[in-house]
């Protein structure tokens, strides 16, 4: 790959997984990354296990940052700025898994939820964007991580994890069109199943009701699957990369076969439904 020592990349959720994997690419391609973590040690440990020469002080700004708390968020984009005055890109990779039916969540963990899944996005975007307006590079980006759980819900116990992710793809798709004057290009990415610590991490309903017999099976069926996953976080990394250099990025990609293949059963099901209430639908207009 070329030098890109010239581009600065944001990017939120760099401790481990997918986003540690990001700034390890980015790094190793030349690239300058103010990585936002809310525990930088542990990610800068891992990174200088993987290659010590990767890190100085004119290619790594690591932050600790609050996604709950927009003046940790401010203070990590003005420090940002700060030192290498101009974005090229921002990664919004930060968030969270959680379990649970609405019935057995609290409201209090279906907020938390949203306020780091969603307005966390948010409060970053809100920040970052005059800087990318400023057009110092001629066509910024914004990619938001999201998961094929934002386009396809069908997985029992994921009601509102689900959810916070539609709302991250509706955000994505409505700032491409409000950036689109500015030269600002945005992409959703619709994760599939990688072989990351997102189960793990998953957080669990503090009252499972046992009524729920398909949750708890879903739940099982996760559990099991974790380790396994087909997905390779390190070439789902280099693939993020890429795509945030191509000149005509997609607003909607489907990353990972797991993606592609849940993404087409759900385009096709819907097609369907289109199809089979036509008629019964187009027949709410006004006569004329």
């Given at each position: ?157 994921y009601s509102i994890y689900c959810s916070t992710k539609f709302a991250l793809a509706g955000l994505s ?116």
């Amino acid at each position: 790959m070329s030098n890109y020592s010239d581009k600065v990349y944001f990017i939120t959720g760099c401790s481990k997984g997918l986003g540690l994997e990001v700034v390890i690419q980015l790094l190793k391609s030349g690239m300058k990354v103010v990585a936002t973590s809310r525990d930088t040690n542990q990610m800068i440990q891992e990174i200088k296990s993987v290659d010590e020469s990767l890190i100085n002080d004119n290619n790594l700004l690591a932050l600790k940052m609050d996604l709950t708390c927009e003046q940790s968020i401010k203070t990590a984009v003005d420090e940002a700025i700060k030192k290498f005055k101009y974005i090229y890109a921002v990664i919004n990779n930060a968030g969270y898994g959680l379990s649970g039916t609405v019935e057995e969540l609290s409201l209090t963990e279906i907020r938390k939820q949203f306020e780091i899944n969603v307005f966390g996005v948010i409060t970053v975007l809100h920040y970052i964007i005059p800087n990318l307006r400023l057009r110092h590079y001629a066509d910024p980006r914004i990619i938001n991580i999201g998961s094929i759980a934002g386009f396809n819900a069908e997985f029992a116990s994921y009601s509102i994890y689900c959810s916070t992710k539609f709302a991250l793809a509706g955000l994505s798709e409505g700032l491409a069109y409000d950036l689109k004057e500015f030269g600002v290009k945005v992409t959703v990415v619709y994760l599939g199943s990688f072989r990351t610590q997102f189960h793990e991490s998953t957080s669990k309903p503090q009252n499972k009701m046992e009524e729920y017999t398909e949750v708890r099976k879903m739940d099982r069926i996760f559990a099991e699957r974790a380790g396994k996953q087909i997905g390779d976080p390190v070439k789902a990394a280099k693939a993020l990369v890429q795509l945030s250099l191509d000149i005509n990025p997609a607003l909607d990609l489907f990353l990972g076969s797991t993606s592609v293949r849940i993404a087409e059963e759900k385009i096709k099901k819907l097609q369907s439904q289109i199809d089979s209430n036509r008629d019964f639908c187009n027949n709410t207009d006004f006569t004329s």
